[in-house]
């Protein structure tokens, strides 16, 4: 399941074809899809990963047609439109029809390649992007070879029929299509027999307006998705080369290159791709990746040293070496290509007067932790990341260090919370006031062997386990100091009356 986290609560997004036979629904709790199949698995819904796994899938079916072309929807709308998770591409097949032997064979090389990528679509041809879609709403008439993908080719492009089609065909808001339905309208054939006159002020001019572009009366422009030239740089050597000297006089050549684009561009790099060819033999790859945007030449030349040391090229040239291969073949390269896989807007950055050592330790700062991801790998850095929990102990995960902002969690600290925690929680022996009341605030407590006289005790702030994960016990959380101004955190367990320790104020 996909699971989207509002406050504390978690709904299904979307569910695989087993849990959905156990009868759990997109808009369900947790708990709800939980108490239908205990065994149901479920992961956040990340909308920002569909929206580029989307775009990833329209530059694939470029190599179909120029045109390729997205809906306009930004996260917002993938994050409001729970229940309606249908994502549209549009390919205008204009002129590229007999390049494929004819439209069928077209579309069936398209259905292919979906299949091919275990991608579930519905492929609708006709002759305006409005009707192309609403085709894709059609009823099941036969299954086709391909299981995962059904094609709609009606028998007159310009004329197909969807007055028999559901409404929703018409890419309609969720509050008109509750509207409609209440009025008793269900298909596009009953809307139509309404006076025009009368829709606009009832229903405000969208619905006329995708009447109109189903039709083809008003058109509805593509905007293809733009085409980025590929920055790669390529040098070929005139024999086989092996010396680690030769080769970075040769990246820092064509990095020079890149560089020099990506500031026309005004962007920095990402991730640098550098591929290092044999004639008869596997092709070496390394990746040089940054926390943010860059343009230093001497920074990312340093990154390039520590992935180079990392592939031993430095020793290749002994014949012990050669001798760990299974092949035998020449340890040189003929080629070295440079590709800039990932980019990023880079504005130049005013530096005020007094400010630059600040500027100059923040740089360094990044190319160290840059130089530890290149040589231990992307997850040997890490940061801490709220998250949406009541849980103390849940209320924060380990995520790649310098994420963009905007995948960056807007959760908050509810109460007062000590940086660390313990793991697990220490035992106390606590005394109470008044001593017979379960609920009675601290008056002293025992940690490890030492007595603490409280001096001052906040609380209790009480938290409520998760039932649904077997945590269903109940704490009462005390912020209390001791008499040495000594802060600490501590719990009571409702159902036994024990005290643990949670943490300590720094």
Known sequence: MLLRTIANRQLVVACCGKAAQAGIRPEMTMAQARALSAQVEGIDWR??????????????????????????????????QISNLRFQIFLDLTGCEHLFGGLSNMVHRIGQALHSLRIPSILGVANTPAAAYAMTCAPVTSTGPLQRVRMIIPDDLAHPPVDSLPLHALRLPDEILQTLHHLGLETIGQLCKLSRESLPSRFGPILLRRLDQLDGRLPEPLVPLAWTTPMVARFDFDGSVADPQALELTCRDLLEKLLLELERKGKGIRELRITLERVDAPAEQLTISASRPSRNLRSLMGLYRCAFDQLGISHLKSPISKRNYSRNYDVGFTAMVLEVTRGQSLAHQQVTLGDSDRVQCDDAWQNTLDLIRTRLGETSVAQVQLEHSYLPEKAFKRTAANIPEKEACDAELSGSRPLVLQSPPIELGVMVAPSHDADGAPLSFNLQGTSHTVKYAFGPERIAGQWWEGHNKTRDYFDVADEAGRRYWMFRVQETGKWFLHGRFE
Do not use: G, M, W
């Open 47 to 80: 909308p920002d990963l569909d929206q580029k796994a989307l775009e990833a899938l329209a530059r694939y079916l470029n190599r179909f047609t120029p045109t390729v072309a997205l809906e306009t929807r930004d996260i917002a709308d993938f994050e409001s």
